[in-house]
């Protein structure tokens, strides 16, 4: 079955420190995964898309490493901001499909000061 | 570039009642998503649009909810008669076209509450 999970469920971290998100995936054979910040009442916005054949990407102080071998993925936020506060959401698309995303539950941030 | 529009951007309504949802994707893009994200949860696919043709409605609720895109360009989706479980937030998306590769641009998203 394909999933897609994330951890941990929520994080609380303070203003200037650094945080690492996590995506486990089951969905096979895999064609790309993308990371979203989604702030509260508003839609998903993409940070950082990887191939199966990348294993890093960086979008500013988001980086985002992938390891297709053992399906996992993470998303480290450098020297956070309290405008990093969101939710995280993994989508992994499967390439043996045409049409389907396997979104994750998505990893809810804080960030106070 | 305008992105993807949704309205209303709130809706409460009573269980058993009607209610409809409009979104107007990024001009020029021929892909569009209908998700229902609940409370805690990832978006899950409700419907998507190639055009004006339904690619994939497999998870929709076929006995209560409706979706159309009469000229491939906007596209409305419908709930009758709504649920209490039906209380989410319903977030419309648009790429360029069907292949994974295309980058998906999310609406706002409308948050319905069923009481």
């Known amino acids: 079955k394909n999933q897609v999970e994330q951890s941990p469920q929520s994080l609380i971290i303070l203003e200037g420190k650094n945080c690492t998100l996590q995506?486990?995936?089951?969905?096979?054979?895999?064609?790309?995964l993308r990371w979203y910040k989604q702030d509260t009442g508003r839609g998903p916005v993409s940070l950082t898309i990887?191939?199966?054949?990348?294993n890093t990407k960086s979008n500013g102080r988001y980086t985002a490493t992938l390891d297709a071998d053992t399906k996992q993925s993470s998303l480290h936020i450098t020297a956070s901001q309290l405008s990093d506060s969101a939710s995280y959401i993994c989508?992994?698309?499967?390439?043996?499909?045409?049409?389907?995303?396997?979104f994750g539950t998505g990893t809810s941030l804080t960030v106070i000061p | 570039e305008a992105g993807v529009a949704q309205s209303p951007r709130y809706k409460i309504i009573e269980k058993r009642q009607s209610v409809a949802f409009w979104c107007n994707p990024i001009?020029?893009?021929?892909?569009l998503y209908w998700y229902q994200q609940i409370l805690g949860q990832g978006p899950k696919l409700l419907i998507q649009f190639q055009n004006n043709g339904v690619v994939d409605d497999s998870q929709l609720p076929k006995d209560r909810f409706s979706a159309e895109r009469l000229k491939g360009v906007d596209s409305t989706l419908k709930i009758q008669p709504a649920k209490l479980e039906d209380s989410a937030v319903y977030l419309c998306a648009s790429s360029l076209a069907l292949a994974g590769g295309y980058e998906q641009y999310f609406g706002p998203g409308t948050r319905l509450t069923v009481t």
């Open positions: 001009s020029g893009h021929a892909t």
């Open positions: 995506c486990n995936y089951t969905v096979s054979p895999f064609s790309n």
């Open positions: 989508v992994v698309r499967p390439s043996n499909t045409g049409n389907q995303f396997y």
């Open positions: 990887m191939t199966f054949s990348e």
